[in-house]
Nanobody, 125 residues
Framework: VQLQAYGGGLVRAGVSLRLSCAAS????????IGWFRQAPGQEREFVAA????????YYADSVKGRFSISRDDPKNTAYLQMNSLKPEDTAVYYC???????????????????WGQGTLVTVSS
């Protein structure tokens, strides 16, 4: 599977933005999908993940209650709905895939072997 993240932009604090992760290939539905982000000078960090069957979602504490991950397998697309954005959410956001047999938690960045190009989200105060 190949992934491409898009939907980033420059927004003001407090607004919402939805990122999309478009996949090519027939194995999208068999993969867990994760969203990660990397701010300037910082390491890439976990944001959210959804299992291959959509039964389980996971979130970093910093985004819990504000972000929501979902997937639409017929469209080969995953989404990250980001509400109440804060300046500290500014980062390049990446989507990634790992095989569904990992069966949920823990969510380890190194388990995700397929990465898309990132999309920049800038939140101004």
């Amino acid at each position: 599977v190949q992934l491409q993240a898009y939907g980033g932009g420059l927004v003001r604090a407090g607004v919402s933005l939805r990122l999309s992760c478009a996949a090519s290939g027939r194995t999208f539905a068999a993969n867990d999908i994760g969203w990660f982000r990397q701010a300037p000078g910082q390491e890439r960090e976990f944001v959210a993940a959804i299992t291959w069957n959509g039964d389980n979602t996971y979130y970093a504490d910093s985004v819990k209650g504000r972000f929501s991950i979902s997937r639409d397998d017929p469209k080969n697309t995953a989404y990250l709905q980001m509400n109440s954005l804060k300046p500290e959410d500014t980062a390049v956001y990446y989507c990634a895939a790992r095989p569904g047999w990992y069966e949920g938690a823990p969510i380890r960045k190194d388990d995700f072997g397929t990465w898309g190009q990132g999309t920049l989200v800038t939140v101004s105060s």
